[in-house]
């Protein structure tokens, strides 16, 4: 199985590009896909999340509690 790269390793344009896409497939994957593969999604995609919230906190509304709510424990709780 291929391992996505580290949160540190992916440019900011990456970073908003591999979002862009797990929000286009979300819907498939939810409806058509296993288990595991949901699971697999909504996982990246907090990874994802999170990792946005960290490099753009500016200009979010909240971003600290959103960022909290990830369990990251650099974030004001």
Known sequence: ???????AEIS?????????HLYEKR????????AEAWANH???TDQLE???????SRGITDAETKLAAY???TAAG
């Open 12 to 20: 900011d344009e990456d970073l908003n590009r591999e979002l862009n």
């Open 1 to 7: 199985m291929l391992h996505p790269p580290a949160m």
């Open 42 to 44: 909504r996982e990246r």
């Open 50 to 56: 999170a990792e946005y919230l960290r490099r753009f």
């Open 27 to 34: 819907h498939d994957i939810l409806r058509k896909s296993s």
């Open 71 to 73: 369990g990251d424990p």
